[in-house]
């Protein structure tokens, strides 16, 4: 399985964005993912923005972004989305998608639950 994300680019504070993770897997395999989200700034460690369940019942954010991003799930087109509102400067960071096979209703939160993780891409936020 490989992630494939994009949609990252320079935006100024208060300003959106929409990141899109593309999987090469197949539809039934994608809809047994749980699907998250990452992020590492620099000189920072890398870590978690977002996740969504493999039945999309249950998603779960970073207190830092809660309220203004939210990520969704098209297991159709084997997608992954993560819309960011409301940018700000300490948004910075390169952007990761990352899955794993799981149950229903787990939503991981850490690193290594993690099996497959896209490339990355750059989200700079100016002030």
């Known amino acids: 399985v490989q992630l494939q994300a994009s949609g990252g680019g320079l935006v100024q504070a208060g300003g959106s964005l929409r990141l899109s993770c593309a999987a090469s897997?197949?539809?039934?395999?994608?809809?047994?993912?749980?699907l998250g989200w990452f992020r590492q700034a620099p000189g920072k460690e890398r870590e978690f923005v977002a996740v969504?369940?493999?039945?999309?019942?249950?998603?779960y954010y970073a207190d830092s972004v809660k309220g203004r991003f939210t990520i969704s799930r098209d297991n159709d087109k084997k997608m992954v989305y993560l819309q960011m509102n409301s940018l700000k400067p300490e948004d910075t960071a390169v952007y990761y998608c990352?899955?794993?096979?799981?149950?229903?209703?787990?939503?991981?939160?850490?690193?290594?639950?993690?099996?497959?993780w896209g490339q990355g891409t750059l989200v700079t936020v100016s002030s």
């Open positions: 969504i369940s493999r039945s999309s019942g249950g998603t």
């Open positions: 990352a899955a794993v096979d799981t149950i229903m209703t787990f939503t991981p939160v850490t690193e290594h639950d993690y099996k497959y």
């Open positions: 897997a197949r539809t039934y395999t994608f809809s047994r993912f749980a």
